[in-house]
């Protein structure tokens, strides 16, 4: 199935900082989802894009979509403790039902 | 949360014994999943189902099996649980068909074997 390599593994940042997770693969993507879980929850759904040089936001949220569809990127501007968890990305082959997820970025904010 | 529900939410068993967790939706979704998630690993999907009685594998299905008897329950087996095992197991429901649909996970269960 489709692989995606997720980085950095961990994220310590101050609060009001910005924070950015990367996502990539060796192949070309149909798909890319995001995904937030905080601790102790279950990941929601955040956003997908299909689009080459997609670029989608979410009030201080920013998602891109690489030129090659072989990348991901999700940027926050100025980090909250509300914005504590793990970020994971998620592909699926064309015309395949299984997602697969990155290993995800466990972000951690200091007050 | 799309009307997810996972039982039981926390078990403790021992090394041998057979385990069954349960996922219910009531949204007559047609996809349903059963991931494992351990530290380092993230999420890896174990099987999933495309509809009554119609499975397949994911990267790590090996000492699970699955059944889906009917379209609101889907259940993860393991037939003689090992300690490799002790894991939280969340179930998803998707939305929409094709590649674009997004999931909705259950609250997770937390299986720990000893």
């Known amino acids: 199935g489709q692989q995606v390599m997720q980085i950095p593994q961990y994220q310590h940042v101050q609060e009001g900082e910005d924070f950015t997770t990367y996502c990539n693969s060796s192949?070309?993507?149909?798909?890319i989802q995001w995904y937030k879980q905080r601790p102790g929850g279950h990941p929601v759904f955040l956003i997908q894009?299909?689009?080459?040089?997609e670029v989608k936001k979410q009030k201080r949220l920013t998602f891109q979509f690489g030129e090659a569809k072989k990348n991901s990127s999700l940027h926050i501007t100025a980090t909250q403790t509300t914005d504590v968890g793990t970020y994971f990305c998620?592909?699926?082959?064309?015309?395949?039902?299984?997602?697969?997820f990155g290993t995800g970025t466990r972000l951690t904010i200091i007050p | 949360d799309a009307g997810i529900t996972q039982s039981p939410r926390h078990k403790v068993t021992e090394t041998g014994t057979p385990v069954t967790l349960r996922c219910h939706q009531t949204?007559?979704?047609?996809?349903m999943y059963w991931y494992r998630q351990d530290p380092g690993h993230g999420l890896r999907l174990i099987h999933y189902?495309?509809?009554?009685?119609?499975?397949d594998k994911g990267e790590v299905s090996d000492g699970y099996s699955v059944s889906r008897s009917k379209t609101e329950d889907f259940l993860l087996t393991l037939e003689s649980a090992t300690s490799s095992q002790t894991s939280v197991y969340f179930c998803?429901?998707?939305?929409?068909?094709?590649?674009?649909?997004?999931?909705?996970f259950g609250e997770g269960s937390r299986l720990t074997v000893l």
């Open positions: 998803a429901i998707k939305a929409g068909t094709g590649n674009t649909g997004e999931l909705f």
């Open positions: 949204e007559n979704h047609r996809y």
């Open positions: 192949t070309t993507l149909s798909n």
């Open positions: 894009l299909v689009k080459s040089g």
């Open positions: 998620a592909t699926s082959n064309f015309g395949n039902e299984k997602l697969t």
């Open positions: 189902s495309y509809g009554v009685k119609d499975t």
